[in-house]
């Protein structure tokens, strides 16, 4: 079973086919599900699948929600991992870099043909380039109904990050921008008639 780096990746993916591929574009593509990226791990953990804590030496798939942590703070700190044959869930609790990733060279193998192949109506597949940054898909409407969400009755950051697919940090960091780009929410004459939950 071999790995390479993120710039690795790139540069095997740019050997092999006429496109040419950025280290950032295989994390986008890892963001958004077609690539399996992974991150080596040691030590004592918690085997979530069977209760139970494991000493674990190797590869654990790092889910999506943490490679967008990745992508836009440069680091994150990993709360769950899958066993590369998807058998074991793992809580690692320790911070990784995408300096720290790494692809299988059988899954960079996968990925290369969806970069080449057209789909089947005869029109181009978008390149992982194509696909849209996370730091503008937060542009103002998104935002916007981020902060409207934020102060509905009964909603807590962790419905927020459930809702939108992030961490609870997360969406904390994004009301802050939503804050500072569209500023406070303002009161409105219908606040007051607001129904609360009741039980």
């Known amino acids: 079973m071999s790995y390479l780096t993120l710039p690795e990746a790139a540069a095997y993916i740019n050997r092999r086919s006429s496109h040419k591929i950025e280290p950032a574009a295989l994390l986008r593509a890892g963001v958004h599900g077609a690539l399996l990226i992974s991150a080596p791990f040691s030590g004592f953990m918690r085997n979530m699948t069977y209760s139970r804590n494991e000493d674990v030496l ?113 969406i904390g960091k994004m009301l802050v921008r939503a804050k500072e780009q569209l500023g406070p929410v303002k009161a409105t004459a219908f606040d007051g008639l607001k129904v609360r939950n009741r039980k």
Request: glycine share 6%; hydrophobic share 35%; net charge negative.
């Open 58 to 170: 190797g590869l654990l798939i790092i889910p999506p929600r943490h490679l967008l942590e990745i992508e836009l703070e440069g680091e994150t700190r990993i709360l769950g991992a899958l066993s590369l044959d998807g058998g074991a869930m793992y809580s690692p609790q320790v911070k990784r870099t995408s300096q720290q990733l790494v692809i299988l060279v059988s899954e960079l193998d996968r990925f290369i043909p969806m970069l080449c192949s057209p789909l089947s109506d005869d029109t181009a597949q978008p390149s992982v380039e194509e696909l849209p940054r996370m730091q503008n898909a937060w542009d103002t409407e998104v935002l916007s109904k981020l902060q409207y969400d934020a102060n509905q009755p009964g909603i807590t950051h962790r419905k927020l990050a459930e809702k939108h697919g992030v961490s609870r940090q997360m």
